[in-house]
């Protein structure tokens, strides 16, 4: 028998207790190797029930991924250092403090060209890329770990492997920011 309380019913979904509470250390989590940069999955859309995903990368100087663009939004927040940010084709340097925000489907990369190695914090939603990184990387031990250096033949597999993912993925590899 349902009671009145007089309060009108509620627009928020009941609590779904099938999903946990996620405390993830960032050294007890996945490390993965891409561009020369290491991308530490904190959360993924396992854990968010594919809302978003946090990833915090550590950039060393003369890293970064080349231009491209997804369906899904990304935004990164600077904790260390500084670089350079290029969106539709204008640079910006974002520094230690800054937040970047990425539309869907726009033209972009970042690279450190700076002496000092960058870190920040990654959040793409919906969630995905965290998936296209594990797929794509090679795991290393720790946060800041260096990827493996790819000699010519392993470059012209990774680029393959890439490029036959990216559709998989939602995300296009471009010639230039634009």
Wanted: hydrophobic share 35%; glycine share 8%; charged share 20%.
């Amino acid at each position: 028998m349902a009671t009145n309380t007089g309060a009108p019913p509620s627009a928020i979904p009941a609590d779904d207790l099938r999903r946990k509470l996620v405390v993830q250390n960032a050294d007890e989590a996945a490390h993965v190797g891409l561009v020369g940069d290491t991308y530490t999955i904190l959360l993924s859309g396992t854990d968010t029930a594919g809302q978003f995903c946090l990833i915090d990368m550590h950039v060393p100087p003369g890293g970064g991924p080349p231009p491209h663009r997804h369906d899904f939004e990304e935004t990164f927040v600077l904790l260390e250092g500084e670089l350079q940010a290029t969106f539709r084709g204008e640079t910006q340097t974002a520094r230690a403090g800054d937040t970047i925000h990425i539309p869907a489907n726009a033209p972009h990369q970042f690279h450190n060209s700076s002496a000092k190695p960058v870190r920040m914090l990654c959040i793409c939603s919906p969630a995905g890329q965290e998936e296209f990184f594990k797929e794509v990387g090679t795991a290393v031990a720790t946060r800041t770990a260096a990827p493996p250096k790819l000699d010519e033949a392993q470059q012209a597999t990774f680029i393959r492997k890439v490029i036959e993912l990216t559709p998989k993925y939602r995300t296009e590899l471009l010639k230039e920011a634009r």
